[in-house]
């Protein structure tokens, strides 16, 4: 029989108290796409950083190809032919793409053969399995779903034969998922063995061959993905019947809450990244804001919490909010009733190296509960977070905890207790869901849904068009700043709503595939 190309053999890891992986067993056969899924918390991650060196295992086995191997870091496995690609990818920013290819792969003490032979394997590389990226373009002027190209072939360069993908799709568009599937479909018919963590059920069912369950640090089940579905694997991974759908009644809409009109941003460059975009909101609706990512969503959620000045009219339950920028502070914002779940968690939403009560009070430390001046009441600031990471199912629920030591499904609902807990008027939601599991995300679902019944508007910005159709109660879709369409979700479909993304209306004359792909890339890119 076929030796394993990784089989690792009663591995255990622990935290001081907490057991990240308890006498974990796993075997991965070569040219296969094994699926490792789990809730946020459940070890996966961890797991895989004891597989790459990060981590050094309390005891347990390692054997690559059959034989035992010790991997005290991470040059040892690159050594043993792993490679891995981070769910934050580790690009220095200002660097080109080929130099951060090389980095730390060197050849010879004078860098520019290094780069000379580099550029060429780069190109037969790219060739050979779809990678196709531009060497000298810098990694901060290159989108999200180029950059992880710029990771994957970092490994290939390294010769690893054996890939790790933590959370690939986390941050890329739906059709950036599709081309990264085609990508390891090219990867896994030339004999490549791949590792694919993730919490997309369809994404496991469509790419992988194999697929691992993990859940509080224990190996479960280990099953073909042809003889498996997703409500199986759901109940696997979280323990009991989980909802894969959005259980809601019709909106019982209001009256009008946001009104915008002729809203307009132009960035630093001189771009014009919002082109006079008008809509309304009533309360106890879900305004959903469908559009690849990098079309003016971002621009939107930053104006309407307070971040960024802008021109055009914005008014709250009829009062006119400032946007010149003299009071376009989150604080007035907050105390106008709008709350703000930003796109990007740990950039935005919180201070990573901060304990979670700190997190928790950020934003509305002026509230009197908290203290008054400049004494602060930090046993009722803890007391209270204690409370919303009950409510909140926040795992652990320890308020003295970091933020950075929480899984990125717990992180986002640390920011989501604070945001919604305030009852706001209009919740600002971008990316719900990203990076997280299904657990989470049904309840994150639930919370969002119960905010709409209380009377309250929300607006949602998601790149995932399946949870657009399910939150919403109308639906625009966004392209190059402007506002292409509006639609109900019960009268419309992903089809329809993916050629609006791409900048086709109901008036424009029958578009052909290629062109309406090249306005989707050119979408991708903005």
Do not use: C
Request: no cysteine; net charge negative.
């Amino acid at each position: 029989m076929t030796d394993p190309a990784i089989e690792l053999k009663g591995i255990s890891k622990s935290f001081g108290p907490v057991q990240a992986n308890k006498d974990i067993a796993i075997r991965v056969m070569p040219g296969t796409i094994h699926g490792i899924i789990g809730e946020n918390g459940a070890g996966k991650s961890t797991l895989m950083s004891i597989l790459y060196g990060f981590y050094k295992a309390d005891a347990g086995e390692i054997f690559i190809r059959g034989q035992k191997t010790e991997i005290p870091d991470s040059q040892a496995a690159i050594a043993a032919g792993i490679g891995m690609v981070f769910q934050h990818f580790k690009l220095v920013e200002n660097f080109t793409v080929l130099e951060n290819i090389v980095l730390g792969a060197e050849d010879s003490g004078l860098l520019k053969p290094s780069l000379g032979r580099a550029r060429r394997e780069l190109a037969e590389l790219s060739k050979e399995y779809e990678l196709n990226v531009e060497p000298d373009a810098l990694i901060e002027e290159i989108g999200v779903g180029m950059q992880q190209r710029v990771e994957i072939l970092k490994a290939l360069y390294r010769r690893a034969e054996i890939l790790i993908l933590d959370e690939p799709t986390g941050v890329l568009t739906p059709s950036e998922a599709d081309h990264l599937f085609r990508i390891l479909e090219n990867l896994r018919a030339e004999g490549k063995t791949i590792i694919l963590i993730t919490h997309k059920l369809r994404e496991i069912m469509e790419i992988t061959d194999t697929v691992s369950v993990m859940r509080r640090g224990e190996m479960t089940a280990t099953v073909k993905t042809a003889e498996t579905s997703p409500p199986e694997l759901a109940e696997l991974m979280v323990g009991r019947k989980v909802l894969l759908r959005v259980e809601k009644a019709p909106a019982q809409a209001g009256d009008v809450v946001l009104e915008v009109r002729n809203l307009s941003v132009t960035d630093d460059k001189g771009v014009q990244r919002l082109k006079g975009i008008d809509f309304d909101i009533r309360g106890g609706e879900i305004l959903g804001i469908a559009g690849v990512a990098g079309n003016g969503q971002s621009e939107l959620l930053e104006v309407l919490g307070g971040i960024r000045s802008a021109t055009g009219t914005v008014r709250l339950k009829g009062q006119e909010i400032d946007l010149t920028g003299t009071q376009s502070d989150g604080r007035s914002r907050r105390a106008r009733g709008i709350a703000h779940v930003p796109e990007d968690r740990q950039r935005e939403g919180l201070i990573m190296d901060y304990h979670a009560w700190e997190n928790v009070a950020f934003g509305y430390h002026h509230d009197s509960r908290y203290g008054s001046g400049i004494f602060m009441k930090n046993a009722a600031m803890k007391e209270d977070t204690a409370g919303k990471m009950e409510r909140f199912d926040v795992r652990p629920p320890d308020p003295k905890l970091a933020a950075k030591n929480f899984s990125g499904g717990n992180q986002q609902k640390i920011v989501l207790a604070r945001e919604i807990e305030r009852s706001p008027e209009l919740l600002l939601v971008g990316q719900p869901t990203r990076g997280v599991d299904i657990g989470a995300i049904e309840f994150i679902h639930e919370q969002i849904v119960a905010l709409r019944d209380q009377g309250k508007a929300i607006l949602l910005v998601s790149v995932e068009l399946e949870e657009i159709l399910a939150l919403s109660d109308r639906i625009a879709v966004m392209f190059d700043g402007q506002i292409m369409g509006e639609r109900l979700p019960e009268d419309t479909n992903e089809t329809e709503l993916g050629l609006l993304m791409a900048g086709v209306t109901d008036t424009d004359a029958p578009h052909d595939v290629s062109e309406i792909e090249a306005n989707l890339a050119h979408a991708g890119h903005r």
